[in-house]
Nanobody, 124 residues
Framework: HVQLVESGGGSVQAGGSLTLSCKATGYTSDHYCMAWFRQTPGKQREGVAAINSSGGRTYYRDSVKGRFTISQDNAKNTLYLQMNSLNTEDTALYYC??????????????????WGQGTQVTVS
């Protein structure tokens, strides 16, 4: 299975920006659905964005549209989440995830096959 390691989290003031990275190992196909999730203590995990590695189709939850951009560099086996105009509601532990689901179901929901350890984003 794909192993994922996130990095790039930290503390930032409201209005600031951060870019998260997710390095994948054991990635042998471009037919993966890659996604970002986030979780706040006491709340359910929620999907943030997803991208189909084969066709580049993307999905964003409404609250981050226009502010976040999901992208990937297949040559580097790395997934990114560029986050701009951050607000306090974006504070969460962010996870990247990978799954072999078909592109029509490449949405940040349900149980993905592989998960990273998470990287904390704190916006004040």
């Amino acid at each position: 299975h794909v192993q994922l390691v996130e990095s790039g989290g930290g503390s930032v003031q409201a209005g600031g920006s951060l870019t998260l990275s997710c390095k994948a190992t054991g990635y042998t196909s471009d037919h993966y659905c890659m996604a970002w999730f986030r979780q706040t203590p006491g709340k359910q995990r929620e999907g943030v964005a997803a991208i189909n590695s084969s066709g580049g189709r993307t999905y964003y939850r409404d609250s981050v549209k226009g502010r976040f951009t999901i992208s990937q560099d297949n040559a580097k086996n790395t997934l990114y989440l560029q986050m701009n105009s951050l607000n306090t509601e974006d504070t969460a532990l962010y996870y990247c995830a990978a799954d072999s689901r078909r592109w029509q179901q490449c949405l940040p929901r349900g149980n993905f096959a592989s998960w990273g350890q998470g990287t904390q984003v704190t916006v004040s």
